[in-house]
């Protein structure tokens, strides 16, 4: 799951193409994902959050020619996972 600090949800706002879907505080947001966290936790699935630096999401939306939105925010968050899990299992 995408996680922000309030400086990251902020810069977001200004870049997401779907900024007027998304809510307007760093508040709002974190109470939804806190409550969706313990949602999915409850219903017995295991939850990772992964911190979004927007400045690093924007330059990778612009590598794929994407635009900042849903979709591509969930396809860059899928893609740090698997590099932060692949790098787990090479040989040291």
Request: some cysteine; proline content about 2%; glycine content about 2%.
């Amino acid at each position: 799951m995408a996680w922000y600090t309030r400086e990251q949800w902020e810069l977001l706002l200004q870049v997401a193409a779907d900024w007027n879907s998304l809510e307007p505080a760093h508040e709002e947001w974190l109470a939804h994902a806190e409550d969706a966290v313990r949602i999915l936790t409850q219903s017995g699935y295991r939850v990772r959050t992964v911190d979004v630096d927007v400045a690093e999401l924007l330059a990778w939306c612009k590598r794929q020619k994407r635009k900042v939105d849903g979709e591509s925010r969930s396809d860059f968050v899928e893609e740090k996972v698997e590099q932060r899990y692949s790098r787990k299992k090479e040989p040291e």
